[in-house]
């Protein structure tokens, strides 16, 4: 049973353990990418732990506040890059992924934005679990698509636009699953599938982004220099930025379905 109070011991270990699986994939030697491997996927082990105790010692899914969706989106973000590389080989991308991670994790270490143990009655509902897991997921692929497509801006190169195809692909589904399953538990909760509440908005945003992408890609599968779905995929993770937390900073924020 864990509280906020070990998430340091836990971070510095699993961000250890991550960093040096990131500097390890650089390496051009032929043992790097299983060392690599074994590195991160121990800093995912070591973090997971951490993850299980505080929902045993929270008695409830850590998903409530701001901070926990970081907890859960660092770890995801660590996930995604571990698969891109183990699937593509992209010796870079663990490292950014790193980077990426690290940012949120710093973050709850200095601002971790905790709540009590109870749950609001609208939160207290089946769906709460996989909606929020799945859209987390889908973030830290779209994440993946992200640096992906500023590397091949850097390089003008369509290289990587397979890659990010595939990304978004299974990034999609899973944030149409998190569209859907949130329409299904607002009925529930609120007696509607849909109230165009600020968060809904930017999140039918950034799904449509995303489906723009996809759409450009299957009518100009050819066009490997074009910069511009490069430059939708990042549209669409900045307006993933803007649905995730953007808009608690706006005036609407406060009458929001999606504040507690």
């Known amino acids: 049973m864990l509280t906020w109070d070990c998430f340091l011991h836990f971070a510095l270990v699993a961000s250890s353990l991550w960093l040096a699986g990131a500097l390890t994939a650089l390496l051009p030697a032929r043992w790097s990418r299983k060392v690599s491997v074994c590195c991160i996927t121990l800093g995912l082990v070591v973090y997971c732990c951490f993850v299980a105790g505080l929902w045993i010692g929270l008695g409830r899914p850590p998903l409530r506040t701001m901070g926990e969706t970081r907890l859960w989106y660092s770890l995801f973000m660590m996930v995604s890059g571990l698969l891109v590389y183990a699937r593509w080989g992209y010796r870079w991308l663990p490292f950014f992924s790193f980077v990426v991670s690290s940012v949120f994790v710093i973050v709850n270490v200095f601002h971790p934005e905790l709540h009590d143990r109870s749950l609001p009655p609208a939160l207290q509902s089946i769906w709460f679990v996989p909606h929020v897991t799945v859209y987390m997921f889908s973030y830290s692929l779209f994440g993946c698509a992200f640096l992906l497509a500023v590397a091949g801006l850097l390089h003008r190169s369509g ?27 607002a009925k529930q909760a609120w007696g509607m599938y849909w109230s165009w509440d600020a968060k809904e908005t930017w999140a039918a945003a950034t799904w449509c982004a995303y489906l723009v992408y996809l759409h450009y890609r299957l009518k100009y599968p050819s066009t490997e220099k074009s910069v511009f779905p490069y430059i939708i995929l990042i549209v669409g993770f900045l307006l993933l930025q803007m649905c995730w937390y953007g808009v608690n900073f706006l005036p609407s924020a406060k009458d929001s379905l999606h504040s507690y």
């Open 159 to 185: 290289a990587y636009l397979p890659s990010a195809d595939r990304l978004v692909d299974i990034g999609l589904v899973f944030l149409t699953f998190g569209m859907l399953s949130g329409c299904v538990w």
